[in-house]
């Protein structure tokens, strides 16, 4: 069983459209978050939500819209596609003050 | 604010050379460390973590780690490399007890040759 599995794995799509990204945790935890890797790997935290409530929202660019619906589950909605999105998104999850990330396998947005 | 720096961009061995990875945070207070691997193709996971006690820590497939506080450092080693650790390996650091978010160092890709 994936313990975080995100959906789509790949993406590609045209500039100025809107793409979906979805993610699930089966492992319990409290904690969610949406990670974006850039072309040279460098990682860096965009948005987490504690038991569907929001309670980090780093310097992301308001066409990313992060949604959960319930504490397993966490989605990232971006509108207007720019070719600087092109990245790979990182769902992950924990529980909250353990400090251990549990990471899924990642979704490729291309954009051209 | 915290940051990692991460010396090494890209490092090349053989196959059982021994390897050290710099890793150094900023961050005035008590803070949890980790080391995550990047195999290629797919996602991260955990290597070892360090939040208190025994500076020296040990992970997973022969990585250990050591804590220097005084030097606000947390070195990756391992004695003998294969070719199987070639991958990309990232540093992190988050303040415990907080909102887990973890800051990451720019990775450090390991090509270990045959």
């Known amino acids: 069983d994936t313990a975080v599995s995100q959906t789509p794995k790949y993406l590609v799509t045209q500039m100025g459209n809107d793409k979906s990204i979805k993610c699930e945790q089966n492992?319990?935890?409290?904690?969610m978050y949406w990670y974006k890797q850039d072309s040279k790997k460098f990682l860096k935290i965009m948005f987490s939500y504690n038991n569907k409530e929001l309670i980090i929202n780093e310097t992301v660019p308001n066409r990313f819209s992060p949604k959960s619906p319930d504490k397993a589950h966490l989605n990232l909605h971006i509108n207007s596609l720019e070719l600087g999105d092109s990245a790979v998104y990182f769902c992950?999850?924990?529980?909250?003050?353990?400090?251990?990330?549990?990471f899924g396998e990642g979704s490729r947005l291309t954009v051209l | 604010a915290q940051s990692v720096s991460q010396h090494n961009h890209h490092v090349i061995l053989s196959e059982a050379a021994s390897l050290e990875l710099g890793c150094n945070y900023s961050y005035g207070g008590t803070v949890n460390l980790f080391w995550y691997v990047q195999y290629p193709g797919q996602h991260l996971q955990l290597l070892l973590k360090?939040?208190?006690?025994?500076?020296l820590v040990k992970g997973i497939k022969g990585f250990e780690a050591e804590f220097i506080k005084s030097k606000f450092s947390f070195n990756l080693r391992k004695p003998s490399v294969q070719w199987s650790d070639t991958a990309e390996y990232f540093c992190a650091v988050n303040a415990p007890g907080g909102y887990n978010k973890l800051i990451f160092g720019a990775g450090t890709r390991l090509a270990v040759h045959p």
């Open positions: 492992l319990g935890h409290d904690t």
């Open positions: 992950a999850s924990s529980h909250m003050g353990t400090g251990e990330l549990f």
């Open positions: 360090y939040f208190s006690g025994d500076p």
